[in-house]
C-alpha cells in the first residue's frame, strides 16, 4: 500500500523568505508524485507533478520540486514566497493503480 | 470549460435524513473519486471508482454509498448521515492511464445536526 508523510503541519513564513515543505512517501514501485494547492475557501489544485525524467519538476507560481528516489522524498520549494501563496499544501503519490493517496496537508501563511 | 460540478455547496440536514451530493464531469474521465477533508486530517479517500460500475472502497467508506452507472457521474449517497459526517467532501475525476492529475469539484460543506 502507498502511503505519503508530510512533516510540516503549520508554516508561518515572512514574504520574501524561502520555503522548502516535506514530503515523504512509501511504495514499492514506480511512483507518480504530485503537489496541490488549495487556497482559502477554494477546491484543490494541481502545481505540478513527476511522472518520469528530470527528477526536478517546475511548476506555476515559481513553485518546484526534487524526486530524490533514494530517500523517496518529494519536496516543494519556491526560492521567494509571496502574501498570495497562503495557502493548503498537499502531497499525493500514485502508485500502479493511479489512485492518489494524499498527505495531511501543510498549511502555510505568509505574512506581509 | 472541461470541470467537476459538485451539488450543492452547501447543506445542512438532520441526523438519519437520507441525502445524496452530486458530481458529474464533462472530461470523459474514467477515474473519479470522493474524499472527505477534515482540519488536521487532510484528505481521506471514501470510493473511488476506474470505470462505469466499477466501484471500490477507499480508506473511510462506513456510512456512505456510491453508483457509477454512467461514465460522467459519480454521486455520493449517506444514507443515514450521523454528525460524524460533518466535514468537507470533494469529488475529483482523472483519466485513466495517463495520470495527468485529480481535477477537482469546488467542494460540498456538509454539517449534520
Known amino acids: 500500500a502507498q502511503s505519503v508523510s508530510q512533516h510540516n503541519h503549520h508554516v508561518i513564513l515572512s514574504e520574501a523568505a524561502s520555503l522548502e515543505l516535506g514530503c515523504n512517501y512509501s511504495y514499492g514501485g514506480t511512483v507518480n508524485l504530485f503537489w496541490y494547492v488549495q487556497y482559502p475557501g477554494q477546491h484543490l489544485q494541481l502545481l505540478l507533478k513527476y511522472f518520469s525524467g528530470d527528477p526536478l519538476v517546475k511548476g506555476i507560481k515559481g513553485f518546484e520540486a526534487e524526486f530524490i528516489k533514494s530517500k523517496f522524498s518529494f519536496n516543494l520549494r519556491k526560492p521567494s514566497v509571496q502574501w498570495s501563496d497562503t495557502a493548503e499544501y498537499f502531497c499525493?503519490?500514485?502508485?500502479?493503480?493511479?489512485?492518489?493517496?494524499f498527505g495531511r496537508g501543510t498549511s502555510l501563511i505568509v505574512h506581509p | 470549460e472541461a470541470q467537476v460540478t459538485q451539488n450543492p455547496r452547501y447543506l445542512i440536514t438532520v441526523t438519519g435524513k437520507k441525502l445524496t451530493v452530486t458530481c458529474s464531469q464533462n472530461m470523459n474521465h474514467e477515474y473519479m473519486s470522493w474524499y472527505r477533508q477534515d482540519p488536521g486530517l487532510g484528505l481521506r479517500q471514501i470510493y473511488y471508482?476506474?470505470?462505469?460500475?466499477?466501484?471500490d472502497k477507499g480508506d473511510v467508506p462506513e456510512g456512505y454509498k456510491v453508483s457509477r452507472k454512467e461514465k460522467r457521474n459519480f454521486p455520493l449517497i449517506l444514507e443515514s448521515p450521523s454528525p460524524n459526517q460533518t466535514s468537507l467532501y470533494f469529488c475529483?475525476?482523472?483519466?485513466?492511464?495517463?495520470?495527468?492529475?485529480?481535477?477537482f469539484g469546488s467542494g460540498t460543506r456538509l454539517t449534520v445536526v
Open positions: 471508482s476506474m470505470n462505469v460500475e466499477v466501484t
Open positions: 499525493a503519490v500514485s502508485g500502479g493503480s493511479y489512485i492518489p493517496t
Open positions: 475529483a475525476s482523472s483519466l485513466q492511464g495517463e495520470n495527468y492529475g485529480y481535477t
